[in-house]
């Protein structure tokens, strides 16, 4: 691609060739062969840049990230061409930034690479969520700055690829009063017993009542597998976030650089805290969400679903909570509207157990759910909501 001294370069050859057109002065046409002869030979070297290089992007390996971790970042470059390694700019999009920090877009000058040069750089993870680094973009203008060749345009280098999974904030909470009312909730895990709420599967066991088998494995399986519930003395918790778009969520649109300052983003890390209060007490939890795992949940497959989940506009609460099953519920919405709150005085109705959380709400609806007998905490991005949830007390 040439770039801006290519087309004053090649503009004074034009003139210079027509001066010597014009007067037929012999060292002006030398003049113009040898500016000639720069543009060609910068063309040909140009076309080389970039050949015979590899870059290899390696992340310090956990077993998991969680947002707020220190992270390291190397880049690797090699070239087994010396005329591929000269003059080059590397750009790199770190998309776990902070997209208002120096490191989110890092720009490195590399006069020489002979024959390698190795970058390291530190990030903190600023937001879960799955991220996919781009290919670090790499530009040359080697020789003389006439021509610009770059892996993006000409497809040449990648370091594509290389994904993240970066698992929420969680803050653990002392108190939830919704559960801590209720029977045996100081049992450290799930108990087997013959309630309702399933639990998980298991190898068949003689004795078995058959209207437990699941089908569906044993199909794929060729085993017969059984269903297991939980023990109806420790109740199970059903979570749901309140996917619907709001005007915020849809113009934060971009790919890259999302800020983690908003209720849905606060929605997922409160979430992931009442999710983890009910599992270290062995609670089974379950899901609202089509998009969720099914059945009860572990702490593993709670963190999974949150790291990934992202307002929906075809996910409407109503249909979230249509799935319901459990006694105990825990609702945590972001933007809430009215038809949310019809929603929950509905639920109560019928009998559930509801706390609500209500981030970012325009209209306070705190006195009309406590008044129904729902326990309601109303919060703001950047509340702590240990405090507000975990460590105030609520009587029904």
Known sequence: MPTRRFYRLFLLTFVLYLFANQTQVGWLYVIVSLLAGAIAFSWVLNRRALRSMTVIREIDYQDSYT??????????LNTS??????????????????PDSDRFLQHWFIPDLSPQFEINYAIELYKRGLFKFPAVEITSRFPFG???RSNYTEGELSAEGLSILV???????????????QPAAQMVRPRAGTGNEFLALRPYRY???PRHIH????????????????????P??????????SE????????????????????????ASIGDYALRRGHALTILDEDGPRGAVTADMLLQYLARVEPDAEQSFEEQIGRVQQTYIAAVLPHPTQNNIDQLLALKQRGHELLAILIGAEVDHTASLENAGIECHNLQVGDDWTKLIGETAWEN
Not at 167 to 181: C, F, S, T
Not at 236 to 245: H, K, Q, T
Request: hydrophobic content about 35%.
């Open 215 to 234: 089908w569906h494995s044993v199909a794929r399986t060729g085993r017969l597998v059984s269903k297991e519930f939980a023990d109806e003395s420790l």
């Open 236 to 245: 199970g918790l059903a979570l749901v976030i309140g996917r619907e778009l």
């Open 67 to 76: 947002e707020g971790d220190t992270i390291e970042i190397s880049l690797l």
């Open 207 to 209: 004795g078995d009542s």
């Open 146 to 148: 006439l021509f610009q």
């Open 248 to 271: 915020t969520d849809t113009d934060d649109s971009a790919e890259y650089g999302k800020s983690k300052h908003t209720p849905f983003e606060t929605a997922v890390k409160v979430a």
């Open 81 to 98: 061409s010396p005329l591929s390694g000269q003059q080059l700019r590397l750009d790199e999009l770190c998309p776990v930034a902070d």
């Open 167 to 181: 698992y929420p904030e969680i803050r653990p909470l002392a108190k939830l009063p919704l559960l801590d009312r």
